[in-house]
C-alpha cells in the first residue's frame, strides 16, 4: 500500500510564498527609489523633500516589518556593534526627555533624521542576503552615480548655476543636483570603489565598468572639491595596487588578461576625462594660502563645547544655535556645520554618541578591506573630518545602504568559514 503525502502549505498557500520571494526585490526597488528622489531633491532648501524622504523610509519599514510578522526572525547582522546604528536615534530622545538639549525642535529634527538613517541600514540588510541580491543592489547604484557624474560633467558647462537647467540654485555652479561641491564629491567616493572593483573582475565586461570608473572621477576633478580630489585619487590608486596584489595570487579569481589591461587603460581613462573636464579649477583650490581658513576656527568651538558637556551633548542639531556662545572669531555668514562631522557629533551629543556613530562605521572596515567594492565608505568616512557628508541624506542615506550591505557580506563570510570547516570525526567503539 502507498502512502501519499499531503503538504498543508499546498494550493491557495503558493501566491502567497510568491510573494514572500520577491519581497526583497520590491523593496530594494522602493529603497533605491527613496535614495534616489533625497539625492535628486538635495539642492531643495524646503522641508519637504527632506520629510519625504524621512516618511517613505519610515512606511516602508513599518509595511515591511508587518508584512512579514509571520516570517519569525530576521536575518540581519547580528552583534552589538551593528545594532548600535538602531541606538543612534534613541540618543536624541534621551535628551530630550532629560532636558539636555539647548532646543528640543532641532533635535526632534535630529532624532528623525538619524532614524530614518537607521531605516535605510536596516531595509539594505533585508535586500542583501544573498550575493546576487547583493550584487544587483551594488549594481544599481552604481548606475544612479554614473548617470549623475555625467550630468554633473555637463551643467558644469551650460547650467550657470541651474539644476537640470531649470531650478536656480543661487550658486554660480551645479554639481548634478548638488550645490555644494563637497557633498557631490562624498557621493562619488561611495560609488567610485564599486565601478573600479567591477573593472578588475568582470571579464569582458569590465571596459563598461572602466569608463563608468573613469567618468567618476573626472566628475569629481571638474567639481573642484580638494578634499573629494584627494580621496578619489586615493580609491584609484588604492585599487590599482590591489589589483596588483592579487593579480599574483591564484586564490582571488581575477582574470589574468582583462585585469592587466584594466590596470592599465582605467587611469588613462581616468586621466582622459579629467583633461576633457579640466584640472585647472581643483589645482587653483590647492595653492590656497590657508586651506583650513574658517573650518579651523568651527572646529576649535566644537571642541570647547564637548569639553563643557562631554556626557551629553548641547543636543543634536544644536550647534548653530550653541557655538556662538564659543566662537574665537566672527563670521558675517551663517555656520550651519563644524565641517567636521566627528566634532561636531562630540558637540552635540556628547562622547557617547559620537561613539554610537563611530564604531559601527569603523568595525565595517576590516570587510570593506576584504571586499573593495566598499572602501567608499572608508573614504567618506575621512572626508567627514574635514567636511560634513552625515547631514545630507543625498550622501548618508547611501552611505548607511552601503554599511547594511558590508554588514550581510561579513554575516556571509561567516557563514562560508563555518561550512568549510572540517567536521571531527569521533570513531565509535568497537
Known amino acids: 500500500m502507498s502512502i501519499i503525502e499531503i503538504r498543508a502549505d499546498a494550493g491557495p498557500a503558493s501566491p502567497a510564498i510568491t510573494v514572500l520571494r520577491h519581497t526583497p526585490v520590491i523593496v530594494g526597488t522602493l529603497l533605491f527609489l527613496l535614495l534616489a528622489f533625497t539625492t535628486s531633491t538635495v539642492f531643495v532648501r524646503e522641508a519637504w523633500a527632506l520629510q519625504s524622504f524621512q516618511i517613505g523610509i519610515y512606511v516602508l519599514v513599518a509595511a515591511y516589518l508587518l508584512a512579514g510578522i509571520r516570517r519569525g526572525k530576521e536575518r540581519v547582522a547580528g552583534g552589538v556593534v551593528p545594532w548600535l546604528v538602531y541606538l543612534i536615534p534613541v540618543w536624541g530622545v534621551f535628551q530630550i526627555v532629560a532636558h539636555t538639549t539647548s532646543s528640543s525642535f532641532q533635535t526632534r529634527e535630529g532624532v528623525l533624521r538619524w532614524g530614518a538613517l537607521a531605516g535605510v541600514f536596516f531595509l539594505s540588510q533585508t535586500v542583501t542576503r544573498s550575493r546576487k541580491a547583493q550584487r544587483n543592489f551594488l549594481s544599481v547604484i552604481l548606475f544612479f552615480a554614473t548617470a549623475m557624474a555625467v550630468l554633473c560633467i555637463t551643467q558644469l558647462f551650460t547650467s550657470e548655476g541651474r539644476v537640470l537647467w531649470i531650478f536656480p540654485t543661487g550658486y554660480q555652479d551645479v554639481y548634478a543636483t548638488f550645490a555644494n561641491r563637497n557633498n557631490y564629491a562624498q557621493f562619488v567616493e561611495v560609488a567610485l570603489p564599486i565601478a ?209 550591505a558590508l554588514y550581510m557580506t561579513r554575516l556571509s563570510d561567516r557563514s562560508v568559514r563555518r561550512m568549510s570547516k572540517p567536521v571531527a570525526k569521533v570513531d565509535s567503539p568497537t
Not at 243 to 267: E, F, M, Y
Not at 323 to 338: K, L
Not at 351 to 376: C, D, E, K, Q, S
Open 196 to 404: 573600479l572593483w567591477r573593472a578588475l573582475r568582470e571579464g569582458w565586461r569590465s571596459w563598461w565598468y572602466g569608463l563608468a570608473g573613469g567618468v567618476l572621477y573626472a566628475s569629481v576633478i571638474g567639481s573642484a572639491s580638494r578634499a573629494g580630489t584627494l580621496l578619489c585619487t586615493a580609491e584609484l590608486l588604492a585599487m590599482l595596487a590591489i589589483g596588483l596584489v592579487r593579480l599574483r595570487d591564484p586564490k582571488t579569481g581575477l582574470p589574468s588578461r582583462s585585469t592587466t589591461a584594466i590596470l592599465v587603460v582605467v587611469p588613462i581613462l581616468a586621466a582622459a576625462f579629467t583633461f576633457a573636464v579640466g584640472w585647472e579649477n581643483v589645482w587653483e583650490g590647492f595653492h590656497q594660502k590657508d586651506l583650513y581658513a574658517g573650518r579651523r576656527e568651527f572646529m576649535v568651538a566644537a571642541v570647547e563645547m564637548a569639553k563643557h558637556r562631554p556626557l551629553t551633548g548641547y543636543g543634536l542639531e544644536t550647534f548653530p544655535q550653541v557655538y556662538q556662545r564659543f566662537a574665537i572669531r566672527d563670521f558675517p555668514f551663517y555656520a550651519n556645520h563644524v565641517h567636521n562631522d566627528w566634532a561636531e557629533f562630540a558637540a552635540d551629543g556628547g562622547i557617547p554618541f559620537l561613539l554610537l556613530v563611530l564604531i559601527p562605521f569603523a568595525g565595517a572596515i576590516p570587510t570593506a578591506i576584504r571586499h573593495p567594492w566598499g572602501l567608499g565608505l572608508v573614504a567618506v568616512m575621512l572626508h567627514a573630518c574635514v567636511d560634513y557628508p552625515f547631514p545630507r541624506p543625498g550622501v548618508s542615506g547611501w552611505m548607511f545602504a552601503l554599511l547594511g
